[in-house]
Nanobody
Framework: VQLQASGGGLVQAGGSLRLSCAASGLTFSRFNMGWFRQAPGKEREFVAA????GGRDSVEGRFTISRDNAKNTVYLQMNSLKPEDTAVYYC??????????????????WGQGTLVTVSS
């Protein structure tokens, strides 16, 4: 299984970015997908998730997660970015049923991360 995250970069506060995570080696449509982030010196934290049936959860109203099962890809649209959004963003895949999708330990596979830097 491989999860390849991309789309990070440097953006000014108030700007937008769309992250992508391309999955391979798994039956993508059967997996729940999540985005987490980790800032320097902090623990990895939940950002957003979409389950296998399309149900979505997010801690930020500025962020929207979506999936395209035909492309085996999950996206994270981030708007109105703030300097505190600066972190490495990771995508992850979870095969289970009934998990909250908000916990790091619930996920089976992780991508390598993509760095988002928001300047003030």
């Amino acid at each position: 299984v491989q999860l390849q995250a991309s789309g990070g970069g440097l953006v000014q506060a108030g700007g937008s970015l769309r992250l992508s995570c391309a999955a391979s080696g798994l039956t993508f449509s059967r997996f729940n997908m999540g985005w987490f982030r980790q800032a320097p010196g902090k623990e990895r934290e939940f950002v957003a998730a979409v389950n296998w049936s399309g149900g979505r959860d997010s801690v930020e109203g500025r962020f929207t997660i979506s999936r395209d099962n035909a492309k085996n890809t999950v996206y994270l649209q981030m708007n109105s970015l703030k300097p505190e959004d600066t972190a490495v963003y990771y995508c992850a895949a979870d095969r289970s049923i009934g998990s909250s999708l908000r916990k790091v330990y619930e996920y089976d596979y992780w991508g390598q991360g993509t760095l988002v830097t928001v300047s003030s």
